[in-house]
Structures are given as structure tokens and as C-alpha cells.
């Protein structure tokens, strides 16, 4: 079961709840002070406890529950230790039921997570696996990794965490970094990664007054939008300029753009808030001929004047060009790191827009080498032999 380790039957209502549970529980111990490796082990055994007794019944409170028999478990690992007496005295009074199991400890979790001592690798990895309640089997399956390489990057990230208290979690900045992360991993294996940062990122916005939080939910909710449109039904990657606009999820988007409002509003404009504001210009274009690509490009020169990113300054190409004309494009173009992904991809976008087929034609084909994925590999053979054959 998700979330579960050692769990054998099918009770999906007591599943969700214990997904629903599970991070918080692991929340309430870390921040008491417990050992995360230990604290996690301890919550798993709590997890596939309450996943054998509660389909006959749920205890009057389920997240007191787990708490009190996670300590308990806790205790049971820390007694095995080196270091027994000092953590016995620490913890020799068992805490009841009350305020701190009643407290969502999710989002201290999360920040915990992305401690800044940890590689972007493994905080993407601890996230899912501790905050996002998956199993290491469903976030191996999600990166295309072996489970055995997951795991140990993920216990090698709690050794990490070993000792590290929430009074020194990772940043805002690197939480919602990770959270980027995670959501442009999109669809892997079972699980959908693109909807676990969204929902991850609704409980940090839920707790949180920063437009930065609002503006990258809106980013994701206004690209989630367009996810039924990327692809055909033979799994074909759609550019945005041929997707079926119809297929567009008009209440994510209106979300999105509410949330973006409201987040502008505040004017303190970050990276997140202008990403998300191109999409939303994208958004609003009933067909791709009446994208505004004048304001797209004006955004594009707000982004770039907030990050150095050079994925920022090719796509910025692709708005020049699109604004300006596909010889602007290509000068803009000329000032970008060769060696960026995609660059060959853009380069012979514009070159086939500026009129010099031959030469687009042979760039598809170099993008097409060194694209990373089958699809986008496929769809840039594709255009280059359509140049081909014309």
C-alpha cells in the first residue's frame, strides 16, 4: 500500500488515511526531536500496525493513535542504541494526546526535507518518500532507478538529517525549488508526480502568506491545465502552438489565475509569479495566433532581470522571435550557451520560420540526437524529415 511497508490486503479508505496521516505523525516526532531515521522507522511500524487493526474499527482519535504507538516504537529502537540513557531521559515521559498531535507538522516535515544539506537529488527523493507518503518502490519507479538506489539515497539523506533539529529547516526558496522539481519530473510509473507537487504545494500555500508560494502553485495549475492536450492518443508530443485548446481545463486555470492576481497584488514579483504569468498569457489566447507575444517577451525580460538562467534566456529567444520576428529571435538566440538543452530545437525552430529550410531541417535532426526523452526525440525526427520530404 502506499505509504506502507509490510502491508498485505485491500482497505482503501484506511489507506488514504494513513497516507493522509503518516507524514503528519513523522512531522510531530521530528520536531519533538527524534532521530529522523529512527522517528521514520518508527512511524512505518505505527502505519502497518493501524493498517492491520483499524479495518475493524477506527480509534476515536486515528492521529493520537499512531502518535502514541510511534513513540512507543520510537522508544523501542532508541533503547537498542548506544545512546539509550540520554534519549530515555529525554523522552521517559510518554506526551498524551493533545495540542502537538492535533498540529499539522506536514509543512516542518517538508522543510526538514529540503535541509540544505542535502543534495537536490536526495531532497526531491526524502520529499516523496516522507512528506508525500509514497513508498521507496513508487518514487524509484517514478525517477527510473533501481528500488535498491533509491533506498539508499534515501538513507543516506536521513543519516543526513540525523541530529538536525526544525529549528534549522532548509529556506523557503530551496523548499519551493524542490517543489519546482518535483513537478516538472511529471508522469513516472504509478504515481504522478506533477499531482503530488500540486498538492504538496496547496498545503505550503495554505500555511503560507508569500506571493512566491502562490505564484508557483499558479505556475503549476496553469501548465497542469494543458496536460490532456501535450500528447496524442499514440503518446506523440503536441508543441503548444497545435495543442486542442478545448482540452485545456478551464477551472484549473481560472484557479491559477486568480492565485496569480492575488499574488502580483502584494508586489514583491519573483521568479515563480512571472513564470506563471507568461503561462497564464498562453492561457488566455483562444487560438495561437492571438498570443499576446508582446507582453509573453515583457514578462521574459522581468524574468530574466530576476534570474540568470539560461533556459530563461532561450525561451526568451523563442519570444523575441515570435514578437520581433525570427531574425531577432536568432540574434537573441546567438547570445545564448550553445551547450543549453533544447538549443538546436530552437535554433532550427526559427531558422524554418526565418525561411532557410535546409538549414532547420539539419538542426531538428541534431536536436533530435541529443534530445533526452523517446517522445521528443520522435517528434524532432519527425520535423526534420517533414522538412525533408517538402
Given amino acids: 500500500m502506499t505509504g506502507v511497508r509490510g502491508a498485505t490486503g485491500h482497505h482503501p479508505e484506511v489507506e488514504e488515511l494513513l497516507k493522509h496521516l503518516g507524514p503528519q505523525v513523522l512531522g ?20 502497518v500496525e493501524a493498517f492491520r487493526r483499524w479495518p475493524d474499527g477506527l480509534p476515536d482519535d486515528p492521529k493520537a493513535w499512531l502518535v502514541t504507538v510511534a513513540t512507543r516504537k520510537y522508544l523501542d529502537i532508541v533503547r537498542s542504541e548506544v545512546a539509550r540513557r540520554r534519549r530515555e531521559e529525554r523522552f521517559h515521559d510518554e506526551p498524551g494526546p ?16 529540503c535541509h540544505p ?13 516522507a512528506v508525500g507518503g509514497l513508498t521507496t518502490k513508487q518514487v524509484a519507479e517514478a525517477y527510473l532507478v533501481p528500488e535498491a538506489t533509491m ?13 538536525e533539529r526544525l529549528t534549522q529547516p532548509g529556506d523557503l526558496r530551496t523548499v519551493l525549488h ?5 513537478f516538472n519530473e511529471g508522469y513516472g510509473g504509478e504515481v504522478d508526480l506533477a499531482a503530488e507537487a500540486i498538492r504538496l504545494t496547496r498545503q505550503l500555500a495554505a500555511g503560507s502568506d508569500e506571493p512566491e508560494v502562490q505564484g508557483l502553485l499558479a ?27 478545448s482540452l485545456w481545463d478551464t477551472g484549473l486555470i481560472a484557479e491559477g489565475v486568480d492565485l496569480l492576481q492575488h499574488a502580483l497584488a502584494r508586489d514583491r514579483l519573483g521568479e515563480y509569479q512571472a513564470q506563471a504569468a507568461i503561462a497564464a498569457l498562453h492561457a488566455d489566447a483562444r487560438s495561437a495566433e492571438e498570443t499576446d507575444w508582446t507582453q509573453v517577451l515583457e ?18 529567444a523563442v519570444a523575441v522571435g515570435e514578437a520581433d520576428g525570427p531574425l531577432a529571435g536568432l540574434r537573441a538566440l546567438a547570445a545564448v550557451d550553445p551547450g543549453v538543452p533544447r538549443h538546436a530545437a530552437v ?18 535532426a541534431v536536436a533530435a540526437r541529443a534530445a533526452t526523452s523517446a517522445a521528443e526525440r520522435d517528434h524532432l525526427t519527425r520535423q526534420a524529415a517533414r522538412l525533408r520530404e517538402g
Fill in 28 to 47: 510531530v516526532l521530528v520536531r519533538r526531536g527524534d532521530d529522523f531515521a529512527a522517528a521514520e522507522d518508527a512511524v512505518q511500524e505505527a502505519l
Fill in 98 to 113: 493533545g495540542a502537538t498531535e492535533q498540529a499539522d507538522d506536514t509543512l516542518l516535515l517538508l522543510f526538514l526535507s
Fill in 117 to 129: 544539506a542535502l543534495s537536490p537529488a536526495s531532497a526531491l527523493a526524502l520529499t516523496l518518500r
Fill in 151 to 163: 533506498a539508499q539515497r534515501i538513507s543516506r539523506a536521513k543519516r543526513t538529517l540525523s541530529g
Fill in 178 to 182: 524542490v517543489l519546482y522539481l518535483i
Fill in 219 to 245: 505556475l503549476m495549475l496553469l501548465h497542469h491545465a494543458r496536460r490532456d492536450s501535450r500528447r496524442t492518443a499514440a503518446g506523440e508530443l503536441v508543441p503548444l502552438a497545435e495543442q486542442d485548446r
Fill in 299 to 316: 514578462w521574459y525580460d522581468e524574468l530574466t532581470r530576476l534570474t540568470d538562467s539560461p533556459v530563461v534566456a532561450l525561451n526568451r
Fill in 347 to 364: 535554433a532550427a525552430y526559427l531558422h524554418e520560420r526565418a525561411g532557410d529550410l535546409a538549414r532547420a531541417r539539419d538542426l531538428y
